[in-house]
């Protein structure tokens, strides 16, 4: 094997990581490097992770490297390449005597999470580290630890690939096509009830959605809501959130920053704004990315935007300025 990547996993004791944590090490989402693993919780639950760890050496995965469990992030974070930052205390649970259920309440407690992971991610983590956030409120989550950590060449990126599968999902089945035939799914915006899922932008068999699916009623009336509410969707049904399907938009995200993004297409992750499409500079919003061949990962710059979809990325743009508004007291 050529060379070796340090993965720091959060919440790895969790749900979501339980069918993640494999997938980094199958020799599929890093191709053939060695990955070393660094698996995060709370002090309550870390003890877990050694029965997680027994069934990975049990596992015989010839990439996997060192793998580490702790409870301290600081010292998961030397030297780290990646970090996925999958733990956030999520609605309805109760935090401190109080059962968390508003969107405020998730941003402030969460807030401190991400100042303390920020700062040990600037300090300790790779020059050119990737931090994917995929715990909830994740693209303020992405915009707090970013600024705490204070370090430019490193990448903070909020996780919208979910929303990004769904999305093609929902199109494959509408147009009979084949999931493999639907690509360049962007998600403007939030990763929240407001996100603007681009059927005008995707393509279709090579063909823009916009020239196939020209009924304006289903994508307003359907196709958008389906998306935002799909997750709340999952959780009537499963009685409990999205697992595999969120682990596997994790790994798509990893793969799109590992690998050259073909010419003409894009992925979607949220990074923090340079001004692109009229985005206010920092804000941590839902881009169409490329990865380039030096493995910087670039915002696609000539998606044009009908009236409509300029309308519908405000609404989550205002949103998102909102929650900036929320965790000022944060910044430092």
């Not at 997680?52 to 702790?70: A, I, K, Q, R, W």
């Not at 409120?137 to 630890?145: D, L, Q, R, V």
């Not at 999205?242 to 920053?257: F, G, N, R, Y």
């Not at 910087?296 to 990325?313: G, H, Q, Y």
Request: hydrophobic share 40%.
């Amino acid at each position: 094997m050529s060379s070796s990547v340090k993965v720091v996993v959060t919440g790895a004791a969790g749900q979501i990581a339980y069918s993640l944590i494999p997938r980094l090490v199958d020799g599929r989402t890093f191709s053939n490097k060695k990955v070393d693993l660094a698996l995060v919780e709370i002090p309550q639950v870390v003890d877990k992770l050694e029965g997680l760890v027994m069934e990975l050496e049990d596992s015989y995965f010839p990439n996997m490297g060192n793998v580490s469990y702790t409870d301290n992030f600081q010292e998961a974070s030397k030297d780290a390449d990646w970090f996925l930052l999958v733990g956030s205390i999520p609605r309805g649970i109760v935090y401190n005597g109080k059962k968390i259920e508003e969107r405020s309440d998730l941003l402030s407690i969460n807030g401190g999470i991400f100042v303390d992971q920020g700062e040990a991610i600037g300090n300790y983590g790779k020059e050119n580290a990737k931090i994917l956030v995929v715990g909830n409120p994740a693209n303020t989550n992405a915009f707090i630890g970013k600024n705490a950590a204070k370090n430019e060449s490193q990448l903070w990126m909020a996780m919208t690939m979910l929303d990004s599968n769904r999305a093609k999902s929902i199109i494959s089945k509408k147009t009979n096509k084949n999931i493999a035939d639907i690509k360049n799914m962007i998600i403007w915006g939030n990763h929240s009830p407001t996100m603007y899922p681009d059927a005008e932008n995707i393509s279709i068999d090579g063909d823009l959605g916009s020239s196939i699916l020209n009924d304006q009623n289903w994508i307003q009336d359907i196709f958008i809501p389906s998306v935002q509410q799909r997750g709340k969707a999952v959780i009537d049904a499963r009685g409990a959130s999205s697992a595999t399907s969120a682990a596997k938009a994790a790994i798509d995200t990893v793969m799109a920053c590992e690998h050259p993004t073909d010419s003409g297409s894009c992925f979607s992750a949220a990074i923090s704004s340079d001004g692109a499409y009229d985005v206010p500079e920092g804000l941590i919003c839902g881009f169409p990315l490329m990865r380039m061949d030096d493995g910087s990962i670039e915002i696609k710059r000539d998606i044009s935007l009908s009236n409509f979809a300029k309308e519908r990325i405000q609404i989550s743009v205002d949103e998102l300025l909102s929650e900036k508004e929320a965790v000022k007291h944060l910044m430092k």
